[in-house]
Antibody, heavy 123, light 110 residues
Framework: QVQLVESGGGVVQPGMSLRLSCAASRFTFSNYAMHWVRQAPGKGLEWVAVLSYDGNNKYYADSVKGRFTISRDTSKNTLYLQMNSLRVDDTAVYYC????????????????WGQGTLVTVSS | QSALTQPASVSGSPGQSITISCTGTSSDVGGYNYVSWYQQHPGKAPKLMICDVSNRPSGVSNRFSGSKSGNTASLTISGLQAEDEADYYCSSYTSSSTLVFGTGTKVTVL
């Protein structure tokens, strides 16, 4: 069974940085686009970023563009989200999720999700 | 990247059918057949219920069905069961090569 395990969440002050990790296992990590999705406490889902299966394309939500960077290390089967200039409204549970279709040049759906890691931005 | 619009809540009695709408624009829902629906129970990660507007992934009950007309997609749950009580989110691919979720709908089984 596919496994995604996020880590790196915590409490940080506004303006600071944090890096989230997502350890993937039981599938060929480099064959799939990977996403970050977040959910503020008591609120809805918000798509954050995607990294294409070949690592060549990255797209971001407007709310994080220029502040967050998605990346991966295929040798470690790990996805990352570097978050800089954090704001109070970045407070959320951050999920990593796998795209449904392998080797796809586009990205549409999430079929496996991690359990999430909580990021709290507060002074 | 405005969120797609869903009703905040929908309710129904066991055995009934309910429909959740998801309204976007020609740059997302109306422009692509890449609409999906997710079910989320409290404290759990979302689960993919519908992809490609109307396709059910393996293992999803055939009580769930999807459709689309213009800029509005819909999820119908037939034969409503207690276990269907959850939050439901639509999602669409966009003309910016990004994804956008709906505002979410809380389904209550009376």
């Amino acid at each position: 069974q596919v496994q995604l395990v996020e880590s790196g969440g915590g409490v940080v002050q506004p303006g600071m940085s944090l890096r989230l990790s997502c350890a993937a296992s039981r599938f060929t990590f480099s064959n799939y686009a990977m996403h970050w999705v977040r959910q503020a406490p008591g609120k809805g889902l918000e798509w954050v970023a995607v990294l294409s299966y070949d690592g060549n394309n990255k797209y971001y939500a407007d709310s994080v563009k220029g502040r967050f960077t998605i990346s991966r290390d295929t040798s470690k089967n790990t996805l990352y989200l570097q978050m800089n200039s954090l704001r109070v409204d970045d407070t959320a549970v951050y999920y990593c999720a796998r795209d449904l279709r392998a080797w796809s040049s586009n990205w549409y759906y999430f079929d496996y999700w991690g359990q999430g890691t909580l990021v709290t931005v507060s002074s | 990247q405005s969120a797609l619009t869903q009703p905040a809540s929908v309710s129904g009695s066991p055995g009934q059918s309910i429909t959740i709408s998801c309204t976007g624009t020609s740059s997302d829902v109306g422009g692509y057949n890449y609409v999906s629906w997710y079910q989320q129970h409290p404290g759990k990660a979302p689960k993919l219920m519908i992809c490609d507007v109307s396709n059910r992934p393996s293992g999803v009950s055939n009580r769930f069905s999807g459709s689309k007309s213009g800029n509005t997609a819909s999820l119908t749950i037939s034969g409503l069961q207690a276990e269907d009580e959850a939050d439901y989110y639509c999602s669409s691919y966009t003309s910016s090569s990004t994804l956008v979720f709906g505002t979410g709908t809380k389904v209550t089984v009376l």
